[in-house]
């Protein structure tokens, strides 16, 4: 079984970046859109960027400016750079992949990477 495997999280002042980094432990094919959702204490899964394949983005409106979503296709890799963080950016981030194959559509979640920003 394929699993998304993150690193890159941790504790960070405010006004400081983070990189988060997603990849796969084994091949995936059919990837279409890879993103990053978080999730607060208390609060739903949200959707923080996501990519398409031919390099589309989407952002939640509030790291719009700050975050920064890319993919390596040839890798399927993911990554997220977080710039100017926040106390709100508190969370734990999960990468995404979403795509199809000739028996249907796919998901892949990964295990999650607290990123924590305080003073």
């Known amino acids: 079984q394929v699993q998304l495997v993150e690193s890159g999280g941790g504790l960070v002042q405010p006004g400081g970046s983070l990189r988060l980094a997603c990849a796969p432990s084994g091949n995936i094919f059919g990837i279409s859109v890879m993103g990053w959702y978080r999730q607060a204490p208390g609060k739903q899964r949200e959707l923080v960027a996501d990519?398409?394949?031919?390099?589309?983005?989407n952002y939640e409106d509030s790291v719009k400016g700050r975050f920064t979503i890319s993919r390596d296709n040839a890798k399927n890799t993911l990554f997220l750079q977080m710039d100017s963080l926040k106390p709100e950016d508190t969370a734990v981030y999960y990468c995404?992949?979403?795509?199809?194959?000739?028996?249907?559509?796919?998901?892949?979640w990964g295990q999650g990477t607290q990123v924590t920003v305080s003073s």
């Open positions: 995404n992949f979403k795509g199809r194959r000739l028996i249907g559509r796919f998901e892949y």
């Open positions: 990519i398409s394949t031919t390099g589309n983005t």
